[in-house]
């Protein structure tokens, strides 16, 4: 079965700064996607980032990036300019490629604090 | 992007009654939603699929006489919470995919049984 570990319960970022949040995940699998989700105080969940296994290319997407390696089995979200609207909890999650196989597998969330 | 709404967005009831919550996916068809449970600064536990058309299939530990799960047609999964007991309270979250690999989840539901 797959699993994702984030290592990171809290964090904390100065506002304008950058933090680095991290994600390992475990699988057999070639074919999946990987995801970074954002939930705010309101406990809406909001789809932050997307990255398929298959693309090399690490995925951006405004302030926020990831850096895939793939070998490592390594997920890792770059926030950058923190701003105060970034303070959420973040969970990394994990979907197989395979049609079937399509529910998603959470990592436990680390909780981001932003200071201004 | 697609969205899921989920009804209601908080619940208060009383202990031995039942609760059903609505998730709905607006704009697109899913013959696929999921329903989860989350604990205060916790990760989303999923509970079960729902499939439409068909029963549902239930996470290992969940009580399928406990969690009844609908999926009546291809917009509308219910999760009704029968005979709720205080441990039952919890924030119950749905999502649902349209075509393509991105899951779009509901508002939540703060469920309270008093």
């Known amino acids: 079965a797959q699993t994702v570990t984030q290592s990171q319960p809290e964090m904390s970022v100065q506002e304008a700064e950058t933090v680095t949040l991290s994600c390992t995940y475990d699988?057999?699998?070639?074919?999946?996607?990987l995801f970074w989700y954002k939930q705010p105080p309101s406990r809406q969940m909001i789809l932050v980032i997307r990255q398929e296994a298959y693309k090399q290319q690490n995925a951006t997407e405004n302030r926020f990036s990831v850096n895939f390696q793939k070998a490592a089995k390594s997920f890792s979200l770059k926030i950058s300019d923190s701003q105060l609207g970034d303070a959420a909890m973040y969970f990394c999650?994990?979907?197989?490629?395979?049609?079937?196989?399509?529910?998603?597998?959470f990592g436990a969330g680390t909780i981001l604090r932003v200071k201004s | 992007g697609a969205v899921v709404s989920q009804h209601p967005s908080w619940v208060i009831c009383k202990s031995g009654t039942s609760v059903k919550i609505e998730c709905r996916s607006l704009?697109?068809?899913?013959?696929?939603m999921f329903w989860y449970r989350q604990f205060p600064k916790q990760s989303l536990m999923l509970m079960a699929t729902?499939?439409?058309?068909?029963?549902?299939?239930?996470e290992q530990g969940v009580e399928k006489d406990k969690f009844l799960i609908n999926h009546a047609s291809l917009t509308l999964s219910t999760l009704t919470v029968t005979s709720a007991h205080p441990e039952d309270s919890s924030f119950y979250i749905c999502?649902?995919?349209?075509?393509?690999?991105?899951?779009?989840f509901g508002q939540g539901t703060r469920l309270t049984v008093v």
């Open positions: 729902s499939n439409e058309g068909s029963k549902a299939t239930y």
């Open positions: 704009d697109f068809q899913a013959t696929t």
């Open positions: 699988t057999s699998e070639s074919d999946y996607y």
């Open positions: 999502s649902a995919r349209p075509a393509g690999p991105e899951a779009f």
């Open positions: 999650a994990y979907r197989s490629g395979r049609e079937y196989g399509n529910k998603l597998v």
